[in-house]
């Protein structure tokens, strides 16, 4: 017998495991449109241009090794990652030095090592994430330590796009000491962000109830719209409305790093005076966690961030990848508007982002997933940039045979 032998077959994660039935798929016409990666218009993964001419730079600079870097990262990284979320000086909180970073393992990492320290140091228990989300928040949470997850209303499935009201009637609702993690940007899995009105609204709201926590998760900025400063709109009014939050950075779509694990936690408190207790804490529970972060990743965004020429470089590279899925969204749009698809598909172009929420429902998604090799997840979430001019129609006529089936 096995110490072993207790343990139970865990739950499948879904987004692996419908990628692992795509690789396993022999049809030539299959398509891939769960995981949230890049690809190109020929459906490969994409080494940004700037991120090759940072490493063939990092590889020939004989000064640099593999001592470790300190417990909180790099620090030329995680100032300019700051800069980069909250507008360098002309942000009160970063002129104020109440403002700062640190180095995380990607997107994943901000969010668990904020978690812990919210519910460590600040007592938090409570959390809430909008239904749907990015399916990670809840485990996320729960195993930092929150004993108390809830949802807050976030897609009208009638209009197919948000539920402003609900969400809001919700927040009103929470309990004092409770963790809201808001979309910063490119809402995953809907694609429909607050409008700038809306995240006023919130704010009012959210100004009358001191205890509420604000988390942002941003994971896409750039990358939505091609455009750093309009991606990071919620981000920088509520640290200019005065609010203390945190803020989760993930390198993985903007630079095309998914695998380098390179992310920033940007904290925004009320007194600079807090900052150095705040990150001695911070220290301690990254130090029990993984003790300090890796290099790579780091490097490449603090050189192409801090140098004026690679910037302007990566920001063409942006522009590429967010405009591509402009176009596979429309594409995708009129090809069903030209079959007569029943329903209305404006949604599509509204959306922003990687994704889109189509509205297909499971039985429609397990039909195209069946009859015709195109996978994507049980929500009807789909990955825009799996589309290229090659495989549209081939996807377009799937959703439509879905749909009038
Ligand atoms: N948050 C959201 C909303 C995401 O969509 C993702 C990635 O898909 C992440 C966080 C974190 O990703 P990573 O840990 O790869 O940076």
């Known amino acids: 017998t096995s110490l072993f032998s207790s343990v139970e077959q865990g739950p499948p994660i879904e987004v692996f495991a419908v990628n692992k039935a795509f690789l396993d798929d022999t049809h030539p016409a299959k398509v891939n449109l769960s995981v949230g990666a890049y690809r190109t218009e020929e459906c490969k993964p994409w080494v940004l241009p700037v991120v090759r001419d940072a490493e063939k730079r990092l590889a020939a600079d004989d ?23 909250l507008g360098g000086s002309e942000c009160v909180a970063v002129a104020e030095g109440r403002a700062f970073g640190i180095q995380t393992l990607s997107g994943t990492g901000a969010l668990r090592v904020g978690a812990e320290f919210l519910h460590r140091q600040l007592g938090y228990q409570t959390f809430y994430y909008s239904n749907p989300t990015w399916e990670n928040h809840g485990l996320l949470f729960k195993n930092s330590g929150f004993t108390d997850a809830r949802t807050y209303r976030y897609w009208n499935a009638k209009t197919r796009s948000i539920d402003f009201d609900g969400m809001y009637e919700d927040f009103e609702n929470a309990p004092d000491k409770s963790v809201l993690i808001l979309h910063a940007c490119a809402h995953n899995p809907t694609g429909c962000d607050p ?65 380098e694990r390179i992310g920033n936690l940007t904290l925004v408190l009320r007194n600079a005076s807090q900052v150095t207790p705040v990150k001695s804490q911070l220290t301690l529970i990254v130090r029990a966690m993984y003790s300090t972060p890796p290099n790579h990743g780091a490097r490449i965004v603090s050189l192409v961030l801090n140098d004026p020429t690679l910037y302007e470089q990566w920001k063409q590279c942006i522009q590429t990848m967010s405009s591509r899925i402009k ?57 825009m940039c ?3 001019t090659g495989n549209l129609d081939h996807v377009a006529n799937a959703i439509h045979d879905a749909v009038t089936k």
């Open 195 to 259: 409008t700038k009105e809306q995240w006023s609204k919130l704010a009012q709201l959210l100004k009358s109830r001191p205890s509420l926590f604000i988390f942002f998760d941003s994971a896409y900025q750039g990358f939505a719209s091609g455009d750093l400063e309009r991606d990071a709109y919620a981000v920088r009014y509520f640290a200019q409305e005065g609010f203390e939050f945190m803020c989760s950075q993930s390198f993985a779509k903007n630079f095309g790093l998914y695998n």
């Open 386 to 388: 799996g589309l290229t």
């Open 63 to 85: 000064s640099l090794n593999h001592e470790y870097l300190p417990v909180l990262g790099l620090e030329s990284f995680t100032q300019a990652a700051t800069s980069m979320l």
């Open 327 to 383: 176009q596979m969204r429309l594409g995708l749009r009129e090809r069903l508007e030209k079959l007569n698809t029943p329903g209305s598909w404006n949604h599509i172009t509204e959306q922003i982002g990687m994704f889109s929420y189509t509205g297909l429902n499971p039985d429609q998604v397990a039909h195209i997933v069946s009859q015709h090799h195109v996978y994507l997840l049980k929500s009807g979430r789909i990955n």
